[in-house]
């Protein structure tokens, strides 16, 4: 089997799981989105992936994202175009390689990292990163502070926010992805300019399933897809 071949093998496999997990969860199968994590993949990699039909890929870091884009970007056979999500850890001085490139900044975790984006002056659809758990080790606001940047959302010019993102801890995280959901049912009923959170981005490779059953409505699957990444 071609890595092609296998790339397209793996794309229907999880197509197939995400269907299923939909559908046993009494959801429509295209209320999911599946988004490929293409991180430290190499461009044949994305191209045999839109060639089985993918159109979305997540990249973790700015410059590879830049780079990535751009190569793909002058290869004019690949129709559709792949439309980009940035998923990782952004620091506010690499936020021009990312801005306007991508379709969703899944990972806006501070007021800082808001203001720098909304800085850029280009339209910028964003998820914010909620840290449910209170990890000290992880990104992403608690949820205690995501009305108030929720509300600075409101008050910007360029940037928007279209729902809310988790990396849940190791171990169980069906609890986690239950409190994101009903974070956003709370957060969701108040209106606010620019805000519109219809998106849950949780579940990957390993928990997707069990994402979908609690409402995702994006899965970010790397490994299933592509295989163990390179370290
Ligand atoms: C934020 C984020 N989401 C999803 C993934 C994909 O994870 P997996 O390879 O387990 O599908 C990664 C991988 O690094 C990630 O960093």
């Not at 461009?43 to 993918?54: K, L, S, W």
């Not at 808001?114 to 002056?121: F, V």
């Not at 519109?196 to 059953?213: H, K, P, Q, W, Y």
């Amino acid at each position: 089997m071609t890595r092609a071949e296998e790339i397209a093998r793996n794309l229907a496999e999880v197509r197939a799981r995400m269907a299923a997990a939909a559908t046993a969860a009494g959801r429509p199968p295209e209320s999911v989105r599946l988004l490929a994590v293409s991180k430290k993949m190499p461009a044949d990699d994305v191209r045999a992936a839109i060639a089985a039909g993918q159109r979305t890929f997540g990249e973790n870091y700015a410059q590879e994202l830049r780079d990535k884009s751009a190569l793909l970007e002058s290869d004019q056979t690949l129709t559709p175009p792949p439309e980009w999500h940035f998923i990782g850890p952004l620091q506010s001085n690499k936020v021009k390689y990312v801005a306007g490139r991508v379709a969703l900044v899944h990972s806006v975790d501070s007021a800082a990292l808001l203001d720098a984006i909304e800085a850029r002056g280009v339209p910028q659809a964003c998820l914010v990163q909620v840290n449910v758990a209170g990890e000290a080790s992880k990104r992403g606001v608690a949820p205690d502070d995501l009305p108030a940047l929720l509300d600075r959302f409101a008050a910007a010019r360029f940037v928007r926010c279209e729902g809310l993102m988790l990396i849940p801890p190791r171990g169980d995280a069906r609890p986690h992805f239950a409190a994101l959901r009903e974070l956003r049912n709370r957060e969701g009923v108040r209106v606010r300019p620019n805000v519109d959170l219809r998106e849950l981005s949780m579940g990957m490779t390993d928990d997707l399933e069990v994402a979908i059953v609690e409402g995702a409505t994006i899965v970010r699957v790397g490994t299933a897809i592509f295989g163990a990444r390179p370290t």
